[in-house]
Nanobody
Framework: QVQLVESGGGLVQAGGSLRLSCLAS????????MGWFRQAPGKEREFVAG????????YYADSVKGRFTISRDNAKNAVYLQINSLKPEDTAVYYCAARLGASIATLPLEYNYWGQGTQVTVSS
């Protein structure tokens, strides 16, 4: 069992930045592909970014390319999401997720473990 705990969300003005963190309680963190998802009120949970085990490969949703950066520190059991140039439409609960597999996945059902989420609210 893997427990994931997100932090770093908050209220920010449009154009601002946030850095989300996700800490994992597992000794085998390096075995997991990590992803960030978000869910806005009334909408489905959507993929934002993913990173492979060795941090050598990342993948982003088109809507966040150039503004979001995912990274990980396997020594700290952590994955991060740097969010720049925030827009009101980025307002959502952001979740980190972990999966065992060979590649980054974009569907929520392909992830085995989830955090409780952290709220990001962007004011215009």
């Amino acid at each position: 069992q893997v427990q994931l705990v997100e932090s770093g969300g908050g209220l920010v003005q449009a154009g601002g930045s946030l850095r989300l963190s996700c800490l994992a309680s597992t000794r085998t963190f390096g075995s997991y592909i990590m992803g960030w998802f978000r869910q806005a009120p009334g909408k489905e949970r959507e993929f934002v970014a993913g990173i492979r085990r060795s941090s050598g490969s990342t993948y982003y949703a088109d809507s966040v390319k150039g503004r979001f950066t995912i990274s990980r520190d396997n020594a700290k059991n952590a994955v991060y999401l740097q969010i720049n140039s925030l827009k009101p439409e980025d307002t959502a609960v952001y979740y980190c997720a972990a999966r065992l597999g060979a590649s980054i996945a974009t569907l929520p059902l392909e992830y085995n473990y989830w955090g409780q989420g952290t709220q990001v609210t962007v004011s215009s």
